[in-house]
């Protein structure tokens, strides 16, 4: 009895091993791959002491002329900055627009002068409030695709930003834009 136990013993330790390191190699696949992944879906531009992180937008219809844009920005520098232009090949025309509520209807409209961003601060756009209005889409984003588009800011200069296409009901991959 001593000797099918001792051999039952073995095995079970052998598997007990085996099991251990197949669960290693698998735990280390997947923190590569949930690696990988965040790398696919946050991706950052910088210029100066301002940083842009995840440029998006979503996949528009057939026949959409006009897309939204959305990223969070942020200033490490001392003094604020100003987001002054926008610029796409994608579309026409990129206005910098607001969203919000007055007296209990929604309003949309274009930014006068920029947006401030303030020193040691950030701004996100998303959808909601602020954000990027591609007008005149020379073609329609879709899903998985990226489209460039040029950032101007009064002091740290322009910067070419990805815009990763999203699909149509998305909220920006898994990032907290409002943060």
């Known amino acids: 009895m ?3 136990f001792g051999a039952r013993r073995g095995r079970t330790s052998r598997f007990l091993r085996s ?13 590569l791959l949930f690696v990988s992944a965040q790398a696919v879906f946050a991706h950052e531009f910088r210029v100066g ?11 528009t219809p057939p026949g959409a002329k006009v897309a939204g844009g959305y990223f969070t920005v942020t200033n490490t520098g001392s003094s604020p900055d100003r987001l002054l232009s926008i ?16 007296d209990g209807v929604m309003t949309m409209r274009p930014v006068s002068g920029g947006l401030e961003i303030p020193a040691g601060g950030k701004v ?3 959808p909601g409030g602020y954000h990027l209005m591609f007008i005149g889409l020379k073609r329609q984003p879709k899903q998985g695709e990226t489209f460039s588009a040029a950032l101007t800011f009064e002091k740290a200069g322009a910067v070419t930003v990805e815009f990763a296409v999203e699909g149509m009901g998305e909220m920006g991959g898994m990032h907290d834009h409002a943060n």
């Open 124 to 126: 996100a756009l998303a």
């Open 2 to 4: 001593s000797h099918t």
């Open 87 to 102: 610029s796409s090949d994608v579309s026409d025309r990129t206005e910098l627009h607001e969203m919000g509520v007055k």
């Open 19 to 31: 099991f251990e390191e197949r669960l290693g190699v698998t735990v280390l696949l997947l923190a």
């Open 49 to 59: 002491d301002i940083e842009i992180v995840h440029p998006w937008s979503r996949a």
